[in-house]
């Protein structure tokens, strides 16, 4: 069973950046979608980014379009988010999922993740 685990979260300034990572204790995540999802306070937990394997298609919600980038190396068992000009409204718990059928060509909307970690937080503050 896939056991995600993220690392790289931490304090950051707004407008700063911080990078995400995920790998998967015990198995390999190289052959799974991939997602991002994240959970402000008090509010529910939403999908932010995901990305396929093996044909790296990525899908993103409108919040982060152009300040978050996800990209995966299969080779190192990696997958990263990258975020740019962070904002307050970033802050919350991010979690790596990956879905429960492995090779899919898309990842269109945030359901059958069925792997999840155990969360790491990001807070954007001054």
């Known amino acids: 069973q896939l056991q995600p685990v993220e690392s790289g979260g931490g304090l950051v300034q707004p407008g700063g950046s911080l990078t995400l990572s995920c790998t998967a204790d015990?198995?390999?995540?190289?052959?799974?979608?991939i997602g991002w999802f994240r959970q402000a306070p008090g509010k529910e937990r939403e999908g932010i980014s995901c990305?396929?394997?093996?044909?790296?298609?990525?899908n993103y919600t409108d919040s982060v379009k152009g300040r978050f980038t996800i990209s995966r190396d299969n080779a190192a068992h990696m997958v990263y988010l990258r975020m740019n000009d962070l904002k307050p409204e970033d802050t919350g718990v991010y979690y790596c999922?990956?879905?429960?059928?492995?090779?899919?060509?898309?990842?269109?909307?945030?359901?059958?993740?069925?792997?999840w970690g155990q969360g790491t937080q990001v807070t954007v503050s001054s």
């Open positions: 999922a990956a879905q429960g059928i492995p090779l899919l060509a898309t990842c269109t909307d945030w359901t059958g993740y069925d792997y």
């Open positions: 015990r198995n390999s995540l190289d052959f799974y979608t």
């Open positions: 990305i396929t394997s093996p044909g790296g298609n990525t």
